[in-house]
């Protein structure tokens, strides 16, 4: 079973920016109760869209600079990258049907 993986500022390029398919980051910090919220439904999305979709965690707190290069001003914040380009950005805690939907066309 797939679960989301954690990215930093060293791994974040290979991860995600050379990924040869979608790569969905979750944007979070440890205080931050959403996030916490969110996180099974994304492994359930992970395990589930295994294969044609990644799903990375950041954490902001540790990873200040992508927060910052990325405009991330609250959280949960989670942006699609598709061939290195971000193409979707889906914000806050929703569950899973909705973020599944923000999802479509994309995987």
Same mark, same amino acid.
């Given at each position: 079973?797939? =679960?989301?993986?954690? /990215?930093?500022?060293?791994?974040?390029?290979? /991860?995600?920016?050379?990924?040869?398919?979608? /790569? @969905?980051?979750?944007?979070?910090?440890?205080?931050?109760?959403?996030?916490?919220?969110?996180?099974?439904? +994304?492994?359930? %999305?992970?395990? !589930?869209?295994? #294969?044609? @979709?990644? %799903? /990375?965690?950041?954490?902001?707190? !540790?990873?200040?600079? +992508?927060? #910052?290069?990325?405009? $991330?001003?609250? $959280?949960?914040?989670?942006?699609?990258?598709?061939?290195?380009?971000?193409?979707? =950005? &889906?914000? #806050?805690?929703?569950?899973?049907?909705? $973020?599944? =939907?923000? +999802?479509?066309?994309? &995987?």
């Amino acid at each position: 079973m797939s =679960e989301a993986i954690n /990215v930093d500022e060293q791994t974040f390029d290979r /991860v995600v920016l050379q990924s040869d398919i979608p /790569v @969905l980051v979750d944007f979070w910090a440890a205080w931050c109760g959403p996030c916490r919220a969110v996180a099974p439904v +994304l492994d359930q %999305i992970a395990a !589930e869209q295994e #294969g044609k @979709l990644r %799903i /990375v965690k950041l954490n902001i707190d !540790e990873n200040p600079n +992508l927060a #910052g290069r990325y405009r $991330i001003t609250s $959280i949960p914040a989670m942006k699609v990258f598709k061939n290195g380009e971000e193409v979707r =950005e &889906i914000i #806050g805690a929703m569950p899973k049907p909705m $973020i599944e =939907e923000h +999802l479509n066309g994309i &995987i």
